[in-house]
């Protein structure tokens, strides 16, 4: 978890603000693992209750789509939400986050939403990744297979003696 004790911001007026430094090691966000967390976060009062703005940095250990080895992806995670205060109920019911009853802010949720968002549909070790090959299943990348590269699928065999 990464709280924040905001409490002194519950009861102040419009347009005070906060700013928290957060640095932390490895966290587990829930279903996600990040190495660090480091950046800063400006909390301010508005109307509608905290609004969360800050740019936190990060790097996620992911399986690359093509090879399946693990790599280690940098991101920059930019927040930008209003957390509801407590209290507040139904009056703002398009606010996603709530600051708890002791006035504690718990960025966990925020920061693994945004984490996953981060995360490509494909996750690539590098660019031009060459994959495994489909027959012998070896890391192109790391060493070349000994199959057959012009191999005939089964189906269109036939197809051959008639050239």
């Known amino acids: 978890m990464i709280r924040f004790d905001v409490s002194i911001l519950t009861k102040a007026r419009l347009g005070a603000s906060l700013t928290l430094n957060v640095d932390t090691g490895p966290q587990s966000l829930t279903d ?40 280690v992806l940098p991101i920059t995670l930019e927040l930008e939400e209003i957390f509801r205060l407590p209290g507040a109920g139904a ?27 981060a995360i490509p549909m494909k996750p690539l070790c590098h660019a031009d990744c060459k994959g495994l090959c489909p027959q012998c299943g070896a890391n192109l990348n790391l060493e070349s297979c000994t199959c057959e590269s012009a191999g005939i699928d089964p189906r269109l065999a036939l197809l051959k003696d008639l050239l």
């Open 32 to 71: 996600l693992e990040v190495d660090f967390l480091r950046g800063t976060v400006r909390v301010v009062r508005v109307r509608e209750g905290l609004l969360v703005q800050g740019i936190v940095k990060s790097q996620l250990c992911l399986e690359c789509v093509r090879c399946l080895e693990s790599f």
């Open 91 to 117: 009056s703002t019911p398009d606010v996603s986050y709530v600051v708890g009853d002791d006035g504690w802010l718990d960025l966990a949720p925020l920061l693994r939403e945004d984490a996953w968002v």
